[in-house]
C-alpha cells in the first residue's frame, strides 16, 4: 500500500472525503459506487466497484466463444479496463486501462465500426500500439445495464486487410445485450 500523507476526519454522519487529487488519478467520479473491504489488520480498502468485474470469469469464457465463432480478437471491457480477451495478445490488453476514445464512447452509449470512420481503427489501451493495428477492423459495442453503460464488447479483425459485416455487427450485439441483461438479474 502507498501512503499519501492525506489525513481525514469522519463527521458526524461518518462520511471521509476522498481527495480530489486521488479521486482523479483513480477515475473516480461523483455517483460511482465503491467496494469496501477490511483486513485483519483493521485496514479499511476502497476500491472502484465494476459490476461487470463480477462476471469476469464468465466474460473470459464469453470471449473464448466470440473468438472462435467469428475468428476475431475479442476484448470485453468494463468502463475502465479490459477485463476479458480472447484470440489476440492477452499481454498487450488483458487489465489494461481503457483509451480516452473508447471511455468517451462508453459515455455516448455508441456502437462504433471502423469501416464507417475512415478504416481508422480506434484505440482500445491507453498504450494502444497504433502503428501495429492502424486499418484492422473493429466493432464496439456497449454493454448496457439498468441505461448505463458498464462496458463494451469489442471485436478486431487479426487481419489488417479484415472486414466486419453485418454478422460480426450482430454478433457483438448479442453479447453486449446477454452481459448487459445478466447484470439486470
Excluded: W
Excluded at 439498468?146 to 471485436?155: A, P, R
Excluded at 472486414?163 to 445485450?177: D, G, I, P, R, Y
Amino acid at each position: 500500500m502507498k501512503a499519501t500523507g492525506v489525513v481525514r476526519r469522519i463527521d458526524d454522519l461518518g462520511r471521509v472525503v476522498i481527495p480530489k487529487e486521488i479521486r482523479k488519478t483513480l477515475r473516480i467520479k461523483e455517483g460511482d459506487p465503491l467496494e469496501i473491504f477490511t483486513d485483519r489488520e483493521g485496514q479499511i480498502i476502497l476500491k472502484k466497484y465494476s459490476p461487470i468485474g463480477e462476471l469476469s470469469e464468465f466474460a473470459a469464457g464469453y470471449a473464448e466463444t466470440l473468438s472462435r465463432t467469428t475468428g476475431h480478437i475479442a476484448c470485453i471491457t468494463d468502463k475502465d479496463t479490459i477485463i476479458a480477451v480472447s484470440g489476440g495478445s492477452k499481454k498487450e490488453f488483458l487489465e489494461q486501462d481503457v483509451s480516452q476514445e473508447l471511455e468517451q464512447l462508453m459515455e455516448d452509449k455508441e456502437v462504433y465500426t471502423s469501416q464507417e470512420n475512415s478504416n481508422k481503427a480506434m484505440p482500445i489501451t491507453k498504450n494502444d500500439n497504433q502503428q501495429q493495428r492502424k486499418t484492422n477492423a473493429q466493432i464496439v459495442y456497449p454493454i448496457i445495464s439498468n441505461g448505463d453503460t458498464i462496458g463494451t464488447v469489442i471485436l478486431m479483425s487479426k487481419d489488417a486487410n479484415g472486414q466486419m459485416n453485418e454478422v460480426e455487427k450482430k454478433v457483438a450485439q448479442s453479447a453486449a445485450t446477454f452481459l448487459g441483461s445478466q447484470m439486470e438479474i
